[in-house]
């Protein structure tokens, strides 16, 4: 199962790679919202963990450009941002991402046994 794990903080984005391999997934790192983007139109990923505050295009740039790409319209994108603020959640989730996490509140061990639950809707 292939991971497209988006975040700019390389030491976050490691902590949660490492964990999402340990459990036997195939994880690519995208540092910024373009390169994010390609590697999901390239690699078509079975789930993509996104952060919202990221350099060159924002999470939810990130998220409308998917959906409006028929070759990715359907890819599943979890939102995993430090940003809980009401109107943020509902935009992530009105643009059509399957949940939004707080990474506070969210470890690299909730976050892989979240992923068959997620693959699932």
């Known amino acids: 199962m292939r991971v497209l794990f988006v975040e700019d903080d390389p030491s976050v984005a490691q902590m949660y ?3 999402l391999e340990l459990d036997g997934y195939d994880v690519e790192v995208a540092s910024d919202g373009e390169q994010a983007l390609e590697v999901a139109r390239r690699e ?3 789930i993509i963990f996104l ?3 990221l350099p060159k295009l924002d999470g939810f740039g990130v998220l409308e450009a ?3 790409d028929p070759k990715t319209e359907s890819l599943p994108v979890v939102i995993l941002s ?3 603020e009401k109107q943020l959640v509902e935009r992530g989730l009105q643009l059509g991402a399957l949940d939004y996490l707080i990474k506070t509140q969210t470890t690299p061990a909730r976050l892989s046994s979240g992923l068959e639950t997620w693959l699932k809707e």
């Open 17 to 19: 790679k490492l964990k």
């Open 44 to 46: 078509a990923p079975d």
């Open 82 to 84: 430090n940003h809980s």
């Open 51 to 53: 952060d919202i505050r």
């Open 66 to 68: 998917l959906r409006k």
